[in-house]
């Protein structure tokens, strides 16, 4: 029972967060579930981390020029910081407020965006999105700087409706003209030119004059609507709590069909996503109450294997592992390299090909990412001095017996479960090394190796690929 | 066992990602109202690379007009489907699936890589180069290969010991080999695994055979053509390539950013035929380059927002070169929406066209329907 309490546990951080190591869940053993769940709810009770370290080792993070050094920073906070909640629910608005720094090719307002979803993320649906209007790289993204009174351009309006709130089939394309053309104006600050003066940040500004001050009407109501008029009105829809609410669902607890079915296809869980609207528009929009209410539920708790792991789940978790990324990197290790892996898996963070994200759940998976997944975690493992596999083989005490040396590994980790037929797989690997002694230095030394390789094959199983 | 000769047809597909402007890629520059609407993004009369006394090419296109003066382009024009769906997600899914009514998971190469190895014996039957499996390629059941780095392609390979690598890699075997039925995602990923092994130890051979005298530029879609050419011409049984150029949503900034697209994509395309040539590959490849919609009529200053009707090409030495189709009227009258190009021709006509005319196959399972065709091949 102990031990289903701890897999409990690590479940949670694989979702809430990116992963523990063995390390992590043991330090917080004496809280409950529950006691943890309103810790990730609450991040301001744990200090933010310091980023001197990674500067000092890292130094190209310290200034706005490499993208690639920035995705990679990010990827390095998750897989340290002690607010796991904050990054994730970061990850989660860039991935449904889709954002590509490719259009832009200015670093400062895509960090700047990336740091608003940080600050806001755990707070109110109106504030998020009020934020995400005035945000210079969406703004820039979708055009709205290109949106002016006498020559509305409808990209924001459109994608503000269709991709960031209420979804296909709950507006007209008339709304979408209006929603426009109440945004016209808004738009941010004529950046500093690049050469000489380097990347510079911008801000949002509303430009008076450049405003279509008329009448509205849209969905249904009629007024001379400014852009946070349109926010509130979209923020009383019924649609946008169902809309966020699948959102969260689909991120955290179970693989949904992507969004463009949303319209046609109801809910997996439909009771559960009702129930996390009714808290949601009870509490006014904000996001904490449903976040806990959904990690203390029992369909959250039984959902193992519900859901694939995205790129950056991968690697931040498999990084927690080896410990090869920890707050003082490792040697040699440039955490900008980080950027590419998470690409070449599908999830160029801060990049996404599209306004409408990526596709998730098993369409992150196909013959290309999952070579690259089981070759990026199996080479994690190579090296038998990482800090983390290290502590692996401390815990592993002085004999591994061959009929243990499975389920030993399976529980640190995770713990995970495994299918009887990886199990099958595994095991014939255990019995063609034997029982493996680990009590001197020179025994690990000698043996590490081996048990390097029943890590690696774990983190090769079609198991590990799920959160 | 599908029997595969040199000489099968062969069809790749490129798509040009975000919804290609098809008005300024063949521009209707005799039309007075071309100019008229788009006032701030037009392309001038001297400047269009003419090919009659109405329509001209981009300038950027060049490398492609040379292929269309040799009569290996046939143009689509005002390729489109009804009620066009102006969200690139929906809308591609739509090209991709051929479903305009619901949502569907089967992809329609998904299910011409199945008629062509019905048994699946062959994981390079299909094969995407690029970052992550477009959906047209997906059907539950159906291997295919995605590689997104042709040279380090296959599993374990950070594992140096040979001996060692051949052990996890039989590991991996028994792991993956093994579906039962636990879950249609797990089955999904044991059948992926096991196609990553098989096509990998297949696909190996591709660039140790290559040479070339083309030397391709250095881009993503160039990169992503000569992968092809060096699997095409490896003779692995591939029939059906895909591949991907993005960047074409260009709602702002469409002046600076469509030509570069154009100057990638069409030097990259004529380099893969001048290559497939040389390796006297090229009797039995044609190529499909579509969009998943045109752009406005009315430019906004900037750009172009999302449109309905557009264009497509079929490529290679077995099409007989020429405009196909109608190109959709400037008439206001005539505008789809009060705003877009209407499409003058069905995209499932033209998937029924190279299913039937080119691939040999039944073209109403896959497209659901009877949908017009043109008659772009040369006659043998």
């Not at chain 1, 943890?36 to 000092?56: A, C, G, N, T």
């Not at chain 1, 013959?367 to 001095?385: I, K, M, P, W, Y």
């Not at chain 2, 008005?23 to 008229?36: C, R």
């Not at chain 2, 992503?224 to 049984?237: I, K, M």
Request: with cysteine; charged share 25%.
């Amino acid at each position: 029972m102990a031990n289903n309490n701890l897999a409990l546990k690590a479940h949670l951080l694989r979702r809430a967060g990116f992963g523990a190591s063995r390390f992590e869940l043991e330090q917080i053993s004496d809280k409950s579930y529950e006691e943890i769940v309103e810790d990730l709810v609450h991040p301001e009770r744990f200090e933010e981390i310091d980023e001197d370290y990674l500067k000092r080792y890292n130094p190209d993070v310290s200034y706005h020029d490499n993208i690639g050094s920035h995705a990679g920073r990010w990827i390095w906070r998750m897989i340290n910081t002690k607010r796991p909640l904050e990054e994730k629910m970061t990850l989660f608005w860039h991935q449904v407020f889709a954002t590509g720094y490719y259009k832009g090719d200015h670093t400062p307002s895509t960090i700047q965006q990336i740091e608003t979803f940080r600050e806001n993320g755990l707070t109110n649906i109106k504030r998020i999105l009020l934020d995400l209007a005035k945000d210079p790289s969406m703004n820039y993204w979708l055009d709205n700087c290109e949106n002016h009174s006498d020559q509305p351009n409808e990209n924001w309006g459109r994608e503000l409706l269709e991709l960031f709130s209420m979804g296909v089939g709950n507006y007209s394309e008339e709304d979408v003209k209006q929603a426009a053309r109440a945004f016209t104006g808004w738009t941010f600050e004529q950046p500093l030119p690049l050469y000489p003066y380097g990347h510079y940040e911008t801000k949002f500004v509303f430009n008076e004059s450049d405003h279509d001050n008329s009448e509205k009407t849209f969905l249904g109501r009629k007024g001379n609507f400014n852009g946070e008029d349109i926010i509130d009105i979209i923020c009383e829809e019924r649609a946008t709590t169902l809309f966020i609410c699948r959102h969260l669902y689909n991120f955290f607890v179970e693989d949904e069909a992507q969004v463009p079915a949303w319209s046609i296809e109801p809910p997996r869980n439909p009771e559960a996503v009702d129930t996390m609207i009714d808290i949601l528009m009870s509490n006014d929009g904000e996001i904490r109450p449903v976040l806990s209410y959904m990690f203390n539920s029992d369909f959250f708790k039984n959902s193992f294997y519900k859901k694939v792991k995205n790129p950056s789940e991968l690697v931040a978790g498999t990084l927690k592992l080896s410990g090869r990324y920890s707050v003082v990197p490792a040697d040699g290790e440039n955490v900008g390299t980080l950027y590419g892996t998470v690409a070449v898996m599908g999830q160029a963070l801060m990049n996404p090909p599209t306004v409408e994200g990526w596709h998730t759940g098993h369409e992150w998976i196909d013959g290309g990412t999952l070579n690259e997944r089981v070759n990026f975690a199996v080479n994690q493992f190579n090296d038998v001095s990482s800090p983390g596999f290290r502590d692996i083989l401390e815990r592993l005490g002085p004999l591994v017996e061959s009929v243990d040396l499975v389920d030993s590994c399976l529980d640190l980790i995770g713990p995970i479960e495994v299918g009887e037929e990886t199990r099958i797989a595994l095991s014939k690997y255990a019995e063609e090394i034997g029982d493996v002694n680990l009590g001197t230095n020179e025994d690990k030394v000698e043996n590490a190796q081996k048990i390097a390789r029943m890590i690696q094959l774990i983190v090769s199983t079609r198991e590990y690929q799920f959160a | 066992m599908t029997t595969f000769t040199q000489k099968s047809p062969v069809f790749v597909v490129v798509q040009l990602s975000g919804g290609n402007d098809f008005m300024n890629t063949l521009v209707p520059y005799s039309n007075p109202a071309y100019y008229d609407n788009r006032k701030f993004l037009n392309i001038s009369e001297e400047d269009v690379l003419a090919l009659d006394g109405t329509l001209g090419w981009h300038p950027e296109m060049a490398p492609f007009k040379e292929l269309y003066d040799r009569g290996m382009v046939s143009v689509v024009q005002g390729i489109g489907y009804p009620d066009s769906n102006r969200s690139h997600f929906r809308g591609m899914d739509i090209w991709h699936t051929c479903a305009p009514d619901e949502v569907s998971t089967i992809g329609w190469l998904g299910n011409v890589i199945e008629q062509l190895d019905p048994s699946g014996d062959n994981p390079l039957t299909g094969v995407n180069f690029g970052v992550g499996l477009p959906r047209a390629m997906s059907k539950a059941g159906v291997p295919v290969t995605s590689v997104s780095n042709l040279d380090e392609y296959g599993l374990m390979s950070g594992i140096a010991a040979q001996q060692q690598r051949d052990q996890a890699l039989q590991i991996f075997k028994d792991m993956y080999g093994q579906a039962v039925g636990s879950g249609p995602v797990m089955d999904y990923l044991s059948r992926t695994g096991m196609d990553v092994l098989s096509g990998a130890d297949l696909i190996k051979v591709a660039p140790q055979q290559y040479e070339s005298t083309i030397e391709y530029a250095d881009n993503p879609i160039a990169k992503s053509l000569r992968d092809v050419a060096r699997v095409h011409t490896a003779n692995l049984g591939t029939r059906v390539f895909y591949t991907q150029q993005g960047g074409y949503d260009t709602h702002a900034n469409q002046l600076p950013t469509q030509p570069g697209l154009f100057r990638d994509m069409s030097r990259a395309v004529n380099d893969f035929f001048a290559d497939l040539e040389e390796h006297d590959a090229d009797e039995n490849v044609v190529m499909l380059i579509f969009s998943e919609f045109g752009r406005r009529i009315n430019d906004n200053g900037s750009g172009t927002d999302h449109g309905s009707g557009g264009g497509a090409y079929l490529v290679g030495k077995p099409v007989a070169g020429g405009l196909y189709s109608e190109y959709p009227s400037l008439e206001r009258d005539k505008w789809e929406k009060g705003e877009d190009l209407a499409h003058t021709i069905d995209f499932r006509g033209i998937y029924g066209t190279v299913l039937e005319q080119w691939l040999g196959l039944d073209a109403a399972p896959i497209v659901y329907g009877n949908f017009e065709q043109i008659n772009p091949f040369r006659a043998n």
